[in-house]
T-cell receptor, first 116, second 111 residues
Framework: SAVISQKPSRDICQRGTSLTIQCQVD?????MFWYRQQPGQSLTLIAT?????????ESGFVIDKFPISRPNLTFSTLTVSNMSPEDSSIYLC?????????????FGPGTRLTVL | GDSVTQMEGPVTLSEEAFLTINCTYT??????LFWYVQYPGEGLQLLLK?????DKGSNKGFEATYRKETTSFHLEKGSVQVSDSAVYFC??????????FGTGTLLAVQP
């Protein structure tokens, strides 16, 4: 398994500003993912964070709005840019790797974002 | 494409009742199947998994069996506790290394 931490755990932000969320894994992992969970909803995959190259975004998500970095095998950041109230959600990172079962992902505790 | 259909909630049970949350899937190939649990105010925790047909995943009294013939992975527990109150997500992992989640089922257990 893997232990994943996220910072900040929650934040309240003003419209038009940006917030960067950090995700740290306690071991090297192959893949890291970023999800959005809107209130009372399921998880939607934003992108796969690729180490050493640009992230792979899902349909409906773009790099200008959600820039992602992954400088090494244990760390990634997601920035929510030019925020609006519609960006109020829980943002979760997850990780999978060669030492896990196929497709198994472990999740961080989430970052609860409120945009005013 | 691949998809997961999950029983809608909320499910409200009395303590010590039997729990079933239905999950069916559509997939090409042979996916892995998972149940995740999300307690109030927390992230997702992997509850159990099964990677091939007829596998039974189990953890903390919960069980689910990978049924290829019915494309199902129903979650069961013989006697629920108040502490089991949470949202349960069924998920499918296919060839792309991504997880596809069901809509989630809210379980409320009353004392």
């Amino acid at each position: 398994s893997a232990v994943i931490s996220q910072k900040p755990s929650r934040d309240i932000c003003q419209r038009g500003t940006s917030l960067t969320i950090q995700c740290q894994v306690d071991s090297q992992v192959t893949m890291m993912f970023w999800y959005r969970q809107q209130p009372g909803q399921s998880l939607t995959l934003i992108a796969t964070a690729n180490q050493g190259s640009e992230a792979t975004y899902e349909s409906g998500f773009v790099i200008d709005k959600f820039p992602i970095s992954r400088p090494n095998l244990t760390f990634s950041t997601l920035t929510v840019s030019n925020m609006s109230p519609e960006d109020s959600s829980i943002y979760l990172c997850s990780a999978s790797g060669a030492s896990f079962s196929y497709n198994e992902q472990f999740f961080g505790p989430g970052t609860r974002l409120t945009v005013l | 494409g691949d998809s997961v259909t999950q029983m809608e909630g909320p499910v409200t049970l009395s303590e010590e009742a039997f729990l079933t949350i239905n999950c069916t899937y559509t997939a090409t190939g042979y996916p892995s199947l998972f149940w995740y649990v999300q307690y109030p105010g927390e992230g997702l925790q992997l509850l159990l998994k099964a990677t091939k047909a007829d596998d039974k995943g189990s953890n903390k009294g919960f069980e689910a069996t990978y049924r290829k013939e019915t494309t199902s992975f129903h979650l069961e527990k013989g006697s629920v506790q108040v502490s089991d109150s949470a949202v349960y997500f069924c998920a499918l992992g296919g060839a792309t290394n991504k997880l596809i989640f069901g809509t989630g089922t809210l379980l409320a257990v009353q004392p």
